[in-house]
Every structure is written in structure tokens, then in C-alpha cells.
């Protein structure tokens, strides 16, 4: 490991001011120190000094007090300061170094603070051990103090475990205890003595991912494994130049520790191929008199010390550095622990083995991408967004990496595809095909948390498209491991890719040049263009750009593909550029390149439409005239309004479109929401007088009828389906609720029946109630003899000759003369029976007549 000296950050002075503690925030953006003065100074990543703020006692009375330690919360927003005055104070220091610092808890004890610590998984919990030998836990939401345990012997150091959930403390009788917080392993907090030294004082105690080490008065060093079993011993008595070990801290790895001496520190490291620790430096500083605090930058390239004399110095610490190409320079601070800093920018990121593999090569692509090889895993990241991903994985030298998606990469290995989303410690799919190319594969990836992503229910969206054989495509959802789509085509399919907003579009092209539009959601494919030699969506839009020979072809509105832009051009297209709010087709003319600008208008259409940014996308329609492509987004839009309940917007695009009944009604309905708005506040949409009449558009109206019978208006529904004429559903809901207005109901639907000559509607409505003679009368005025008919054959009972009269005559006005020869023979009159029989040819009835009248 090599030590390199940096910088003074606080110089010494002539004689005792001794540096008590030093943190560096997790961020790394703040270095705190303080010392025998109780002032805390604040110095930024470089250690130039940017700020300070003096302690305050616990009584103004008496200010005889030393700060025993400073340490800086998990989220780097605020500093909790230990005090021998048996008090525990927590500054909030904000997150710029002009804003106001301010005491936001205090926790007083009974007895002098000894020492603090704050757990990274605890950001509300800080623990801290005291003179009396107790440990306790200080609660920030609650403003109390709750203790952990209890020992007798003075707590002499505290350190949190690099879980986060852990934490150790050393007392003055040489015991060391561990300490666990309830987690999902671990049902109850426990508490473990996991050594005891009599003849050492632990003042130096740590505990990094690979072991922890104590050390103390009795000059060695000792080390004990994560789990507390012994390990190797380093014992310095017999070696006059070491004095007792105050302090140590183990570097952010946790493979490397520091522990602070008399005019020097020890760096230990842990070898992971023979599982032991061993010493590889000892830095003498002259003059520098008793190391008295340690820290490390949270990346691992920095280590400040303190003195006895209070000088604060700053050291650079790697195990060797390198450049890649002469664009990126690599800091190797530990064996899995890797930063790498663009020659260029500037920019760093911190490249880290999570489970302490030993990074064996790194690669970087197309200037962003990072592919690093540990012997078990594989470490890929993106520079430019800071994620990082380790997966398991053995490497075998032949994988290839594709970077064309900016979200994930691609790996393709012995017939097998494995997708790896940057930012998660895990493969996200894996595939097996074997056609690997950029074009052949489309991965569309958008989270929860992405700002200019809305899923229609909130989820996030991780959609492959791929080939499984020459001919057939599969559209895999990766989130729920279902398949999508399964397109089979006839041909050998060259190119394909899914939209950018909501990938439930697929875009393919064959062998001859026929370009085709697959709908995920429908099922359905179309085509789109012949003779087509390029296509492409443009760039985080669902607008499709292709060339049809020496024409420009622009579909602004995927959805209605019938309505194309064309334009004319003289060569062939190279590529889409968008930036700066203009998009922009370059096409090479063979002497020079032209440039053939989109409606901008029309392609950010989409996007807001994907973003539920509906206002806006009135806004920009508003702008273009009325064509048939912009009608298209018109309607689009007013679908995707009345999906979302954006009532407003509906109702202007149904104005626009010439749909004015529609307008209207959405109008009312709109006034409906705004007057209940006003009336009991809230959101006016949940109002289900709304709900109820929007359920009416769309044709449902047994969901608006439950809607308003769930709030007790039975009248407002059957003044529903009166409006609607649909009285047959308004008397079915009258009678099973008991109306009384039941029968005013039914005879006011005979009327209207009457009077919009339904006679064979109103003729069946009177022979459900039972009242033949008036249905006989109704079917006989619509001119329906046959039905009056059929009413006296299926209810035998006593009717007039007349009213049968007036059926035969109009059975045989309708030419029914067997129908008119049942009903005299029903009447008892054979002659005329026996001559409508012969009229209708019906012989087989006349002779059973003719055999029953001998």
C-alpha cells in the first residue's frame, strides 16, 4: 500500500491541543474535526477549511468540558457532537455551507459521554456508551434516550459494524461486547462478549467486512474474524518504537485498517488467498507525537490523522495506479475496490466488488461503459448516471458486450443472451438465441422513479423484443416472465424495435424491404411500407421516420398508420438528431448532407401524451392547423383523456373534432364537478353524480345504476333510463325496490309506445300483464293478426265472436288461411273453416276437420 503526504489541514502547536475526533460524512462532501478548543472545523473533499462553529456546554455556568467525538449522520445532513459534560448534542447543518446550524436533538445523561457512534442503517438512531458503563441508544423522532445494555466498566471506545446493524464498544476492563439491532435474520436485538483482554485497555477498536481488530496499552495488535473467532496477533513490546495504540479505523472496504502510535501509524491489510492479516506499512512521521483520531474518506483514497499537538494532516492512500488508454486513470485503494476519474472531466466513480472479490481487469467502453472481472462475479457500470451493478458470473474470455440501450447491457455468451439493468445487483433476463445484434434485440426499461415515465398503474415497465429464429419474434415482459407476443412471419426478418413510450408497439422489417407495425395490445400486425431501406423511431418519441426510395415517410400518430407525412428527398437517409427542441432527419445527397426538420410539435405530442401532460398537448395542438394527421392525435387524445377522466381536455378535443353532443354532455358534466368542487371542496372528480354520468357515456349503465343506488337515488336512476327510453330496465328497478310509481310507469310506457307506433312492443307488454283482450286489440292495429292469433291459442278463455272475427279477417287479409281455418274451427263454424282450408291448401287439416264433423 503506498502513503502519500498531501497536505497540512490545521497546523500544530507548541504543545498539548489534542485533535479528540475526526469524521468525514458519507457523502464525502464534509470533513468534520475538533479538539481540545471545542471548536469544530468544516473543511470540504479537498480539505480546504470552509466553515466552524463552536460547541455548547450542557450549563452555561460551567464550561470545563472536552469534546470526546464528532460523527456525521448517514445521510450527511447533520453532526452529532459527545461531550464529557454528560450531554449528547445533534447539529443540523443543512446541505449548503451557508445554511444556519441549529440544535435539533440534545440527549443529557446522568454521567460523562465516553464516546458515540451512529450506525448507517439507523439514520434516526445514534448510540453512545458513558462513563458508568452503560450503552445507550438516542432516538431522534422521540427526543429519548433508551438504553442498550449495561456493564460495569467504563465504555472506552464504540464503532459500528459495517452492516450497518451492529456495533461494538471496548471498556476499561479489557472486555469487548457486540451489539445487533432486530432485523428480518434476527428476531431480537442480542448482546455477545465476544473477548476479554485484562491487561489491555481497547482505546483502538474497529471492525471492517474482513475482521476486527483492538489494541491498546499492552502494545499488540489483535485481530478476531466477523463472526469473533481469534485470529493472528501482532505483539510489538519487545520493539522499543512502538508505544500503546490509540485509535484505529478501518478503510471503507473493510480489507485494510489503520491503528495510530507514538510518532507513526501501522496500515494492516487482509489477504483474502491466505485468509490472514499481515502488516504492510509503517509510516514514521517525526514530530508528530501520539496519533490521537483517524479517518477515511468514504471512497477510500483519503486518510486524515490527528495529533497530540493538534495538527490535522491529510495522506493519499492506493495500492497502485494506472491509466487506461490516456483517457481514464485507475486508483486501486483496496484489491475490490477500484476509482476510476475521466482525464477528461475530471469525474469519478467508485468501482467496488460487493462481496470483496479481487478485481482482476477493467474495460471501458465507448467512454461510459465499465466492464470489470472479479474470479466469481462481474462488475458493469455507466459513468455518466453513476450505477453500478456486480453480478455472479464466471468468465470464460469470450463474452461480447453490447452497449447500444443506455439502460442495460447486453450479454451474449454460448447461445445465451443475459440482460443486466445498471444500478441492479442482479441478471434481469436471460434468452437464448442466436442471433445476437443490436438489431435484432430491442429492451425498453423504464422505472417508477423515472420522471418522464408514467405507467398506467404506476408499475414499472421492462419489455424485450427478440428473435427466436429467423422467422418468429417473442416480446417478453420482464417484470412478470410473461410472454407478450409470439409473431411468426413468413420471411427472414432483419430489423425490429419496440416504441420508446410504453413498448406496446413493435415495429419489424423482412428480407424484401416490407415494413411492418405488430400492435402488442390488439394482436394485430399491418404494414406499414413497402421497398423501405431505413426506420427508426426518433429518439424518446413514438413517431416512426423511414424511407421509401426517394421518399421521406412520418408517422406522427403511430396509431392511425393510414395517415403518413411525406416528403421528397434526393438520397439516403443517415440518421435522427434531436436536441436543443428541434429534430431533424440528415440525409446524405452524395456531395453534402441536408437537413430535413420535423414538426417538433407533433413529435412532443406523444411524449406528453405518454407523460399524462394532457394540458400541454392541447397547448401544442392548439398550434398546428386541422390535417388529417393532427385530427388523428386529436381523437388520440380525447380517448386517452376520457380513459384518464381528464374531463376538460376531453371536452375540447371532442369540440375540435366536430363531435358536439359529446362536448356537451362532457360540459354538464365538467360543471357537475366544478360546482360540487366549490360546494365541499376536494377533488371534484370523485363525486359520483360524475361518476354515475360518465359510466352513462361509455355505455355502462349498470355500473352507473349501482353507483347511484350505493348513495340511496333510486329516483335520479330511473330518471336515468327514462331519459334513455329504456323503461323496460326503469320498471324492472321500480318493481324490485317496491316504487310507488310503478304502475304510473308502466302505463306511461304503454302510451309512448302508442305513440311512437310500437303496437307489437305495447301489444306484448299488455300480454305479460295478462290482459289478452287489449293485446289481441294492440297486435290487430299494428297489423300483427298472426301474434293475436297466437295469444288466443296459447290462453284458452272466453272471447267475443266479434274480437274473433276480427282476427280471421285479418288473418286472411294477411293471407294466412290455415291460421284463419284453426280459429273458425276453434269457433265452431266448419264451412268456413273447411273454404279457408282449401284457400291456404292445407287438405291434411281440412280432412281432420271433415273426419270430426261425420
Not at 495529533?307 to 481514464?328: A, K, W
Not at 357537475?672 to 361518476?691: C, N, T
Request: aromatic share 10%; charged share 20%; with cysteine.
Amino acid at each position: 500500500m503506498q502513503l502519500r503526504y498531501l497536505k497540512n489541514l490545521h497546523s500544530p502547536v507548541d504543545g498539548m491541543s489534542k485533535v479528540t475526533s475526526i469524521s468525514w460524512s458519507n457523502n464525502a462532501a464534509r470533513l468534520a474535526t475538533v479538539g481540545a478548543d471545542k471548536i469544530v472545523q468544516l473543511f470540504d473533499e479537498h480539505g480546504e477549511k470552509q466553515d466552524r462553529f463552536s460547541t455548547k456546554p450542557a450549563d452555561k455556568a460551567a464550561r470545563t468540558y472536552i469534546v470526546r467525538t464528532v460523527e456525521f449522520s448517514p445521510d450527511s445532513t447533520k453532526l452529532a457532537v459527545a461531550q464529557s459534560d454528560n450531554i449528547v448534542f445533534v447539529y443540523k447543518l443543512g446541505n449548503d455551507w451557508k445554511d444556519k446550524k441549529s440544535i435539533c436533538n440534545k440527549f443529557a445523561q446522568t454521567s460523562s459521554v465516553t464516546c458515540l457512534c451512529w450506525p448507517s442503517a439507523h439514520p434516526n438512531e445514534l448510540v453512545f456508551g458513558l462513563a458508568e458503563g452503560k450503552v445507550k441508544v438516542g432516538q431522534l423522532k422521540s427526543n429519548k434516550a433508551a438504553t442498550l445494555y449495561q456493564t460495569e466498566s467504563f465504555v472506552v471506545t464504540i464503532c459500528a459494524g459495517p452492516d450497518g446493524n451492529s456495533l461494538l464498544t471496548g471498556h476499561l476492563d479489557g472486555s469487548i461486547y457486540r451489539f445487533c439491532f432486530e432485523t428480518e435474520s434476527m428476531p431480537r436485538p442480542t448482546t455477545t462478549k465476544i473477548a476479554c483482554v485484562p491487561a489491555c485497555v481497547p482505546y483502538a477498536l474497529a471492525w471492517g467486512y474482513a475482521g476486527i481488530v483492538a489494541a491498546g496499552n499492552d502494545r499488540a495488535v489483535r485481530f478476531w474474524d466477523p463472526e469473533g473467532r481469534e485470529g493472528r496477533t501482532f505483539d510489538y513490546a519487545s520493539d522499543p518504537k512502538i508505544k500503546e495504540f490509540s485509535c484505529a479505523a478501518f478503510n471503507p472496504s473493510g480489507e485494510s485498517v489503520v491503528l495510530g502510535n507514538f510518532n507513526r501509524f501501522l496500515v494492516y491489510a487482509w489477504h483474502p488467498q491466505n485468509h490472514e492479516w499481515s502488516e504492510v506499512v509503517q509510516r514514521e512521521v517525526p514530530n508528530l507525537y501520539t496519533v490521537t483520531a483517524l479517518a477515511w474518506r468514504a471512497d477510500g483514497s483519503r486518510l486524515i490523522v490527528g495529533s497530540l499537538c493538534g495538527g490535522v494532516d491529510m495522506f493519499d492512500v492506493c495500492i497502485r495506479r494506472s491509466r487506461y488508454r490516456g483517457t481514464h486513470e485507475f486508483t486501486y485503494v483496496s484489491l475490490s475496490q477500484v476509482i476510476v476519474k475521466s482525464l477528461a472531466t475530471g469525474a469519478r466513480i467508485v468501482l467496488k466488488s460487493n462481496v470483496g472479490f479481487e478485481i482482476m481487469k477493467i474495460n471501458i467502453f465507448q467512454e461510459r461503459f465499465l466492464v470489470a472481472t472479479t474470479p466469481k462475479s462481474l462488475l458493469l457500470g455507466d459513468l455518466q448516471t453513476c450505477r453500478l451493478s456486480e453480478i455472479p458470473w464466471h468468465s470464460a474470455g469470450t463474452e461480447k458486450y453490447f452497449f447500444d440501450n443506455p439502460t442495460v447491457c447486453m450479454i451474449f455468451k454460448a447461445g445465451e443472451l443475459s440482460l443486466v439493468e445498471y444500478g441492479c445487483n442482479e441478471v434481469l433476463a436471460c434468452a437464448r438465441t442466436e442471433h445476437m445484434s443490436p438489431h435484432l434485440i430491442s429492451v425498453r426499461i423504464a422505472g417508477s422513479e423515472d420522471t418522464d415515465f408514467v405507467a398506467p398503474d404506476g408499475s414499472e415497465m421492462k419489455v424485450i423484443a427478440y428473435l427466436l429464429d429467423l422467422m418468429t419474434i417473442r416480446v417478453c415482459d420482464l417484470v412478470s416472465n410473461q410472454t407478450l407476443a409470439t409473431i411468426t412471419h413468413d420471411t427472414r426478418i432483419d430489423w425490429l424495435e419496440l416504441n420508446p413510450n410504453g413498448a406496446n408497439k413493435l415495429i419489424f422489417r423482412d428480407k424484401r424491404r416490407v415494413l411492418y407495425l405488430y400492435d402488442i395490445v390488439q394482436q394485430n400486425r399491418g404494414t406499414l411500407l413497402n421497398y423501405c431501406n431505413y426506420v427508426q423511431w426518433v429518439p424518446d418519441s413514438d413517431v416512426v421516420v423511414a424511407q421509401n426510395r426517394n421518399q421521406l415517410c412520418v408517422w406522427y400518430s403511430i396509431n392511425a398508420p393510414d395517415r403518413v407525412t411525406l416528403h421528397e428527398i434526393k438520397g439516403d437517409i443517415e440518421d435522427i438528431e434531436r436536441s436543443n427542441g428541434r429534430t431533424c432527419v440528415i440525409v446524405d445527397e452524395g456531395v453534402n448532407m441536408v437537413e430535413y426538420e420535423l414538426d417538433e410539435g407533433l413529435i412532443s405530442f406523444g411524449s406528453c401524451l405518454e407523460r399524462q401532460q394532457y394540458a400541454k398537448a392541447v397547448d401544442l395542438l392548439e398550434e398546428l392547423p386541422l390535417t388529417p394527421e393532427t385530427e388523428a392525435m386529436w381523437r388520440t387524445l380525447a380517448d386517452t383523456s376520457m380513459e384518464h377522466f381528464n374531463l376538460p381536455v376531453a371536452e375540447r378535443c371532442f369540440a375540435v373534432l366536430g363531435d358536439i353532443s359529446k362536448s356537451r354532455y362532457l360540459h354538464k358534466v365538467n360543471r357537475l364537478v366544478q360546482d360540487h368542487a366549490a360546494e365541499v371542496g376536494g377533488d371534484g372528480f370523485a363525486y359520483y353524480m360524475a361518476q354515475a354520468k360518465m359510466s352513462m357515456l361509455s355505455k355502462q349503465f349498470g355500473r352507473a345504476e349501482a353507483i347511484l343506488l350505493d348513495h340511496n337515488e333510486l329516483d335520479e336512476a330511473l330518471a336515468m333510463y327514462q331519459g334513455l327510453h329504456k323503461y323496460e330496465e326503469c320498471i324492472r328497478l321500480a318493481e324490485s325496490k317496491n316504487h310507488a310509481k310503478v304502475v304510473h310507469l308502466k302505463n306511461f310506457y304503454c302510451q309512448w309506445l302508442l305513440s311512437t307506433q310500437q303496437e307489437e312492443k305495447a301489444g306484448e307488454l299488455q300480454e305479460q300483464e295478462g290482459n289478452y283482450v287489449q293485446a289481441i286489440e294492440l297486435y290487430l292495429r299494428g297489423g300483427m293478426a298472426s301474434k293475436a292469433a297466437s295469444v288466443v291459442q296459447r290462453n284458452h278463455g272466453n272471447y267475443s265472436p266479434e274480437l274473433l272475427q276480427k282476427i280471421v279477417g285479418g288473418l286472411q287479409a294477411s293471407g294466412l288461411y290455415d291460421r284463419a281455418g284453426e280459429l273458425y274451427s276453434r269457433m265452431g263454424l266448419v264451412a268456413p273453416a273447411m273454404d279457408a282450408f282449401r284457400k291456404g291448401h292445407a287438405y291434411r287439416q281440412a280432412i281432420e276437420l271433415a273426419k270430426q264433423a261425420q
